[in-house]
Nanobody, 127 residues
């Protein structure tokens, strides 16, 4: 059974940085495209970033482009989200997700593509 566990969330001031981690247990990590999504209270889930199985293809949501970076270390079964220049509107629960049907070079921005989800980690940015 594949499980995803996020960590690294917390409270940070505007302009600060945080790095989220997502450790995957079970399955073959190198076969999964991985992504981060977020959801704020009363809002729809929003795509943040995705990375292909080998890490060569990355995609980002418009609101985080040039501020956030997604990366992965397959040997450590971990995907990261480095978040810089944080804004109050980045406040949300952040979720890691795995797509075990992805082909090489694929990094979908659609939540329907991802079969396994973590429990989430809260990020709060104070103004």
């Amino acid at each position: 059974q594949v499980q995803l566990v996020e960590s690294g969330g917390g409270l940070v001031q505007t302009g600060g940085s945080l790095k989220l981690s997502c450790v995957v247990s079970g399955g073959t990590f190198g076969y999964y495209a991985m992504a981060w999504f977020r959801q704020a209270p009363g809002k729809q889930r929003e795509f943040v970033g995705a990375i292909s199985r080998g890490g060569t293809v990355r995609s980002y949501g418009d609101s985080v482009q040039n501020r956030f970076t997604i990366s992965r270390i397959n040997d450590k079964r971990t995907v990261f989200l480095q978040m810089n220049s944080l804004k109050p509107e980045d406040t949300a629960a952040y979720y890691c997700a795995a797509d075990d049907n992805a082909v090489a070079g694929e990094a979908s921005r659609w939540s329907e593509a991802y079969e396994v989800w973590g429990q989430g980690t809260q990020v709060t940015v104070s103004s």
